[in-house]
């Protein structure tokens, strides 16, 4: 059974829409995390969560927003989609913040047209 | 600065050889420093981990050499197999601080038969 869940798998946005990326962890971890991937950065990290408090954000635009609603529940809205917000989206969990390991989970490919 | 510098971008060995990957860093708070790899189209996987407590960590294949002076750390694939062609990711993360992991550009390994 997937210890992370994402969801979707895959999607197809229209510039100026708006999408909501799901990720639910399953480990018992207390921090939650969420990063992208492209090819012009590989593993960008956009914010880390502990205990449902946002600890960190490098993700320059207010655009994306995460929103924990639960302990093991980390979503990601974005709005007003842009072409380069064209990704794989990966959520991961790691037990505590630091000198933990992540567990990834199977991303959501996000194209958008 | 929070930036881990991995090399090389790609690297092609035979079969039996050791491949060598590595890494630099410059933000003396990190004290743990893992390594990742992905195959293509899944998601990233911890494969290998070191504290600076050592200055090498065996699993197998795969040992990581570490010289903190220097704040450089290397992963080792001894006897490369066909099936360990993938993207390595090093990382590296302080247990203080609540930092995030931060992660190398990746280097992209083929092991030719």
């Known amino acids: 059974d997937p210890k992370i869940i994402q969801k979707p798998k895959y999607l197809v946005a229209v510039t100026g829409s708006e999408k909501i990326l799901i990720c639910e962890q399953y480990?018992?971890?207390?921090?939650m995390y969420w990063y992208r991937q492209s090819a012009k950065k590989p593993l960008e990290f956009m914010f880390s969560?502990?205990?449902?408090?946002?600890?960190d954000n490098q993700t320059a635009s207010s655009r994306f927003q995460p929103q924990s609603s639960k302990k093991n529940h980390l979503d990601l809205q974005i709005t007003a989609l842009k072409p380069d917000d064209s990704a794989t989206y990966f959520c991961a969990s790691s037990q505590d913040q630091g000198g933990s390991d992540y567990t990834f989970g199977s991303g959501t490919r996000l194209l958008v047209i | 600065q929070q930036q881990v510098r991995q090399s090389p971008q790609s690297l092609t060995v035979w079969e039996g050889e050791t491949a060598i990957l590595n890494c630099s860093y410059e933000?003396?708070?990190?004290?743990?420093f893992p390594w990742y790899h992905q195959f293509p189209g899944e998601s990233p996987a911890l494969l290998i981990a070191i504290r600076p407590v050592s200055n090498k960590k065996e699993d197998g294949r795969f040992t990581i050499f570490f010289n903190k002076r220097e704040k450089k750390f290397s992963l080792h694939i001894a006897d490369s197999q066909p099936g360990d062609s993938a993207t390595y990711f090093c990382a590296a993360s302080a247990q203080t601080g609540g930092y995030k992991v931060v992660f190398g550009s990746g280097t992209r390994l083929l092991v030719s038969p």
């Open positions: 933000d003396s708070t990190f004290d743990y």
């Open positions: 969560y502990s205990y449902q408090k946002l600890m």
């Open positions: 480990l018992g971890h207390n921090a």
